[in-house]
């Protein structure tokens, strides 16, 4: 099993930018998609960008499509979320998480078997 560790979470105002990190311990990680979910209060959980073991192909959801960015790298074990032109809908709990498969198949938190403890994102207006 994969343990993960977000960090990178913060205070920021419309308009900025925060990178996110998931660090990962063990060297299976490099061979487990890996997700960003969110979750803001009252609100379930969704995801909101993916990407494949090999780091080639990436999804996002419409929300924040074409303003954040996910990448990983292997040697570290870690993977990123560049979180470009905040807005204040984007204040949650964001959270990294590896399928229970290995395999990005499915956008539902219940098919993600590990999960990191989360890091705080607020956006003021």
């Known amino acids: 099993q994969v343990q993960l560790v977000e960090s990178g979470g913060g205070l920021v105002q419309a308009g900025g930018s925060l990178r996110l990190s998931c660090a990962a311990s063990g060297s299976t990680f490099n061979n487990y998609a890996v997700g960003w979910f969110r979750q803001a209060p009252g609100k379930e959980r969704e995801l909101v960008a993916a990407?494949?073991?090999?780091?080639?192909?990436?999804y996002y959801g419409d929300s924040v499509k074409g303003r954040f960015i996910m990448s990983r790298d292997n040697a570290k074990t870690t993977a990123y979320l560049q979180m470009n032109s905040l807005k204040p809908e984007d204040t949650a709990i964001y959270y990294c998480?590896?399928?229970?498969?290995?395999?990005?198949?499915?956008?539902?938190?219940?098919?993600?078997?590990?999960w990191g403890q989360g890091t705080q994102v607020t956006v003021t207006s």
């Open positions: 990407i494949t073991w090999s780091g080639i192909t990436t």
């Open positions: 998480a590896t399928p229970t498969s290995r395999y990005f198949s499915s956008r539902s938190p219940a098919d993600f078997g590990s």
